[in-house]
């Protein structure tokens, strides 16, 4: 099982960037798909999730209206918009993926670095 984050890498405040995350090695609509993040002295926190059929997307309460998560079955990815960025959202961004029953299933990315300056 592999995810393989991409498009990480530092930004000003008030940009953006798109954070994707290709898996393989899973059936990939057997899966929840979500964005944490974890900055240096913090816990990783859920930053976003996604339902396995693509709906019902969530959100920590500091993103909503900045960031959109989604996924393209066909394509095994999954990917999070981040517009309007503050220096606050700088972390290592890992994807994460957990089996819609099995939820021993779960499986990590390596992570990618976003850093948003002032």
Known sequence: VQLVESGGGLVQAGGSL??????????????????????????RELVASITSGGGSPNYVDSVKGRFTISRDNAKNTVSLQMNSLKPEDTAVYYCNARHIQFRFMEYWGQGTQVTVSS
């Open 18 to 43: 798109r954070l994707s995350c290709a898996a393989s090695g899973i059936t990939f609509s057997y899966y929840a798909m979500g964005w944490y993040r974890q900055a240096p002295g913090n816990q």
